[in-house]
């Protein structure tokens, strides 16, 4: 069993970013590799495990229409990774290099906003807001994006 990440999260039951997280890496002999999600919060004392299966190697491509719900959806973002808001021509591409991070959809945008224009930063608002609409977009070739559900 390797551990492949640890941090923290945002909690599915308080909602705060005080959940510590650690991902493990192993292999199971009936389902392949798999990801092991161990979460505890320190704000409210919640435990949360999964089990998330893997396909290594297999592209994965995950869409999202933008909206209260999806923004609070929680998912593994590994390096190698291209992230993109066609409505807005704004786009995201994390190397190799990047660790990885668990974060929700909101957290993806904040982190395109991080790196773009004044402009784009107000349209980005605007979609956090619900004031705007669009898809996001995210897309990685070694498997491991994986959405959470907690
Ligand atoms: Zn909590």
Known sequence: ???VYEGKAYCPVCGKNT?????????LPAEGPVILFVGRCENCGSRVVDVIPLELGKEV???YDLDENTLRKI????????????????????????????????GVLRMIQESSPEELKKEIDEIIE???KAKLIIRNKSGL????NI
């Open 61 to 63: 491509e995950i869409t």
């Open 1 to 3: 069993m390797e551990k």
């Open 75 to 106: 998912i593994f973002l590994p390096g190698d990774t291209e992230i993109e808001i066609p409505e807005l021509g704004a786009e995201l591409v994390l190397t190799p290099a990047f660790k990885g991070r668990i974060t929700t959809v909101e």
């Open 130 to 132: 619900g004031r705007r």
């Open 19 to 27: 959940l510590n997280v650690t991902l493990y890496r192993y292999h």
């Open 145 to 148: 994006l994986k959405e959470i």
